[in-house]
């Protein structure tokens, strides 16, 4: 059973081997010549500050984003199964992903007219 | 720990991820509960929660280890990391006790509650025999059948009404949290597109505001727009940015004058030039 | 090819009444325009409550396990979801009371705005309503009506958040005293949720130990080999999850403060429904799935129903402010409803769950008209609950103190009001069964109970009126509906008991 994730488990090990190793040899091998552009902040980007504006607080309402991310998170878990498993579900089951997808929908309206998804 | 059996063995490989990943897990979870700072908790709480993830995969739960994986430590850590933001990485517990003697009572308390539970389940399962998860989730055609279709099976059975149920959860999740975080805007407080468009070109300047100076010079969002003559273009400060004065390069005139081309793109000496834009002066005009 | 289970929709329609008018209710809180949200939903979620209660009287006699073996329709569920559906229609009438407050309503305008803030005082005045509140409630009660039925933990436990998200919620939507509201909101949340994190660590023990988390089959296993430890410890983190719902000390810590913090209809609806809700679930785990292990989880009971009505009996007596007082009234009486869950018997022949459903109907109309009666007298801050605040009141408004004393009579168990009939009914339900020890201790809490509602009795007719006392609002249609249903139904199942009690006798028979 287990044997089933040998490859994936190599991969992962060739992954970390790479990234160890280009972190590792880079420093030895690589051309070292700074200049201020390369100092600089990334095209349109902006000088980094300690503090923003608001005293290092997030706005409130990327709590609604992360809300609305994890109920449609968990919608698609409930999905999948029903996607695997739907030549045996049959036309119910169809009916049941409906009802479930049709309340779920309700919340995003909600959302949706009530101005959550408006970002000023 | 690992009990031999009457129905499955545990195979080497199980057994040898379970105690590299099970110290691991609990280490993070120890991490969790030690750490002084909020967002070093969040971050031991995903290593636990992604150990546990191998563990439902290597019990050959692979749809768990998947959703584990994509609800908790993808959705789940995401807004407790939100919250964390929203409070402020930097406000830490008061470590003042309100009531005399709590941290003593709850570490006790706690720690005799583990001890219980711990003993109980070491003990009910000391000789249980193992039965491999092909004989529990029967499902859809017998024990052949994978592991998302027997979670299917039952699903959308014997839970299909939990499931549906579930529909409503989610709907008042939603609806809560628009209701403690979003104020509502008062109807018709907001202008149009049409309103402020109108009201633009009232005004002297229909046309937008320049961009800030940005080309290959100096890559900065705050390095503002120069005029023809110098000096800056106020239209073009970045909104809630301080206007930076940056160091522009030299402008190259040819190979020979500059030597190399990483020299060309400016020292790292910090003096910048006083004349507005930072531009240097006369030598290389 | 996976078949499609039973789904029996008549057996389920009180349930889909209600949770459809909930998810009916979003749709109107998202396209409706807002002035005409608040009669639009009051509408809905009368009907959706009525429309339950009616259809649970349709279904009276059905006896079936439906929803693929997920839900229990028998007579306990009916009877208990008819008693759920009742006084959530109640309720849902106290909220949408406009008259009282000078505001218009006691659910605040906007629940995201800062308490406090230049926004918040602006909007004081405003008779907007946030009208979220009423598909929430009918959230909690659609949750309370899937509790009481669920033939499975899982189900079980998915019931118990839908029906607690929405308590939590709306318990913070108080218009005045909003820090007080929140903290309520925020201390409810978190013990909460520590009570369900430990309901769901019983109900993974008990799967380990039964191999199923169906009652039937939980019941199977336990009869085959009486449980060992994995089961008891279980079960008894089980129980934790669902004594801390039904406020019974020692999980009883968040009552006051939450019942006090609270928007006071919101109050009552708790105070009413979560209770019958907890004590369904209570039984149906205990008896249906746990019966043939009574060894293990009746001492267990006992002492809490003991430890329940000293707290609430002796920490009444310290309170000062009417609505702790009444929170505390609910943890005792929280103990006095174990002691008919004692009395329920190890075969099932004890009169025990007909005394303990007779007794939550009764307590649950009593003690919404007293929250119901708090609503009414007001000072400039809102509600006056404080003690002194009631003196006199009397002479100043006999009705008013007439019916209070009515509903703080019946919650003493004075002869002649409902209460009385309730304690008579569980007292003799755990003598029958041998548990005179516990009746005891019950009679004698009652004692010290009394004191306290004799005390404000007292203090509302025999003290001179305070000088800057509360006013006596006139209440509107709804409040008084309320009045008029809960006071009269206290009296009548005082005085005449029988019809009653004789349903709870025949509807108590578990399915399972």
């Given at each position: ?30 051309p ?36 609305l ?22 036309v ?29 | ?24 897990a ?12 909020a ?37 789940i ?8 933001m ?9 470590v ?47 024990p ?20 549906e ?48 100076g940005?080309?290959a ?19 073009s ?49 | ?17 209600v ?29 959706g ?19 693929g073996g ?53 909007l ?15 959230f909690?009660?659609?949750g ?7 033939n ?6 998915v ?56 009652l039937?089959?939980?019941?199977e296993?336990?009869?085959a ?25 020692p ?20 105070a ?30 006992y ?12 920490l ?29 018997g ?51 408004s ?115």
């Open positions: 059973m287990l044997s089933t994730y040998v490859p994936i488990v190599g991969l992962f090990a060739l992954a970390a081997a790479f990234a160890l190793f280009s972190v590792a040899v880079a420093p030895f091998v690589g070292r010549r700074y200049n201020r552009a390369k100092l600089d902040a990334y095209e349109c980007g902006i000088e980094p500050v300690d503090q923003p504006l608001t005293g290092g607080r997030f706005p409130v309402k990327y709590y609604l984003t992360a809300m991310f994890i109920v449609f998170d968990i919608e698609i878990v409930f999905l999948y199964p029903w996607a695997v498993a739907n030549d045996a579900l049959g119910w089951g169809l009916v049941a992903m409906v009802v479930f997808i049709g309340t779920v929908f309700l919340a995003f309206a909600y959302e949706w007219r009530r101005g959550g998804l408006e970002w000023d | 720990m690992t009990p031999e059996t009457a129905g499955v063995v545990i195979g080497t490989g199980e057994a040898v991820i379970f105690w590299i990943l099970g110290p691991v609990l280490a993070g979870a120890l991490g969790m509960v030690l750490s002084r700072n967002v070093h908790s969040a971050l031991w709480l995903v290593l636990t929660m992604l150990s546990l993830g191998v563990f439902y995969v290597v019990q050959e739960a692979p749809f768990l280890g998947a959703v584990q994986v994509i609800v908790y430590t993808g959705a850590m995401i807004l407790f990391l939100f919250v964390l929203l409070v402020g990485r930097d406000s830490s517990d008061s003042v006790e309100t009531l005399r003697g709590q941290r003593v009572a709850a570490l006790a308390l706690g720690a005799g509650f583990a001890a219980l539970v711990g003993a109980g389940i070491a003990r009910a399962t000391q000789d249980l025999p193992v039965l491999g998860l092909e004989q529990v989730q029967g499902g859809v055609g017998g052949s059948s994978g592991n998302v279709e027997a979670v299917a099976g039952l699903l959308y059975t014997r839970y299909l009404l939990a499931f149920v579930t529909g409503a959860l989610l709907i008042v999740a939603a609806v809560g949290a628009l209701l403690l975080t979003h104020v509502e805007r008062e109807p018709g407080s907001r202008q149009t597109q049409k309103e402020l468009s109108r009201a633009r070109f009232l005004t002297d300047r229909p046309q937008t505001l320049p961009g800030p940005v080309h010079r100096a890559t900065s969002v705050a390095a503002p727009a120069l005029l023809p003559d110098g000096r800056l273009a106020e239209d400060f970045a909104t809630g940015i301080e206007p930076e004065q940056v160091e522009q390069m030299p402008r190259p005139t040819g190979r020979e004058q500059l030597g190399s081309p990483d020299a060309a793109l400016g020292s790292l000496d910090p003096t910048l030039s006083d004349t507005p834009g930072g531009r240097t002066g006369g030598e290389h005009r | 090819m996976i078949d499609a289970p039973d789904f029996s929709f008549a057996a389920l329609s009180p349930l889909l009444l949770l459809g008018a909930a998810c009916i209710g979003v749709l109107v809180e998202a396209f409706a325009p807002r002035d005409v949200r608040h009669p639009v939903q009051v509408g809905l979620a009368l009907t409550t009525v429309g339950a209660f009616v259809a649970t009287l349709l279904l009276a006699g059905t006896r079936e396990v439906t929803a997920a839900l229990a329709v028998d007579g306990p569920t009916l009877f208990l979801q008819a008693t759920i559906a009742g006084l959530g229609a109640l309720s849902i009438l106290l909220f949408a009371e406009r008259s009282l407050d000078p505001a218009r309503s006691a659910f605040v305008v906007s629940a995201a705005v800062p308490a406090g803030s230049p926004r918040d005082r602006e004081v005045t405003t008779q907007r309503v946030q009208t979220e509140v009423y598909p929430l409630a009918l909690a009660i659609g309370m009506l899937l509790f009481v039925a669920a499975d933990l899982l189900v079980m436990f019931a118990l958040e839908v029906l607690s998200l929405p308590l939590y919620l709306i318990s913070g939507m108080a218009r005045r005293r909003r820090l007080l509201s929140q903290e309520a909101a925020v201390k409810y949340f978190l013990l909460g949720a520590f009570a369900s994190a430990f309901f769901l660590y019983g109900l993974a023990l008990v799967y380990g130990a039964t191999g199923s988390v169906r039937r089959d939980i019941r296993a336990v009869t080999e009486s449980g060992g430890v994995l089961m008891v410890l279980g079960l008894g983190l089980l129980v934790v999850g669902l004594l801390f719902k039904a406020s019974v000390a999980f009883h810590s968040w009552t006051p403060d939450v019942y006090q913090g609270a928007p006071t209809p919101v109050t009552a609806f708790m009413a429904c979560t209770k019958v809700a907890a004590f369904g679930a209570i039984l149906r785990l205990l008896y249906v799935a746990f019966g043939a292990a009574e060894w293990t989880w009746r001492p267990l009971i002492a809490a129903a003991i430890i329940s009505m000293i707290v609430g009996a002796v009444g007596l310290t309170q000062t402010d009417l609505k702790r007082m009444l929170a505390y009234s609910s943890v005792a009486h929280a103990g006095f409803l174990l002691t008919g869950v004692i009395g329920f190890a075969g099932g022949d004890g009169s025990g769950l007909a005394a303990t459903m007779f007794y939550l109907v009764t307590y649950g109309l009593t003690t919404l008209g007293a929250f119901a009666v708090l609503t009414l007298v007001r000072d400039g801050d809102g509600e006056a609950g404080h003690l002194s605040q009631w003196a006199g009141l009397g002479a100043r006999p009705l008013t103190a007439a019916v209070m004393s009515l509903f703080l009579l019946a919650l003493a168990g004075i002869p002649l009001t409902a209460g009385f009939t309730g304690k008579f009914a569980v007292f003799r339900a755990a003598i029958e069964q041998g548990a005179w020890p516990l009746a005891v201790v019950a009679l004698l809490a009652s004692a010290v109970a009394a004191f306290f509602y004799l005390r404000v009795i007292v203090l509302m007719y025999f003290s001179d009126p305070v000088a800057d006392g509360p006013t006596v609002g006139v209440p509107g249609l709804p409040t008084t509906i309320v009045l008029a249903v809960t006071a009269t139904a206290t009296l009548a199942l005082g005085i005449l008991p029988g019809a009653v009690l004789d349903l709870a006798g025949r509807a108590a028979i578990f399915v399972g």
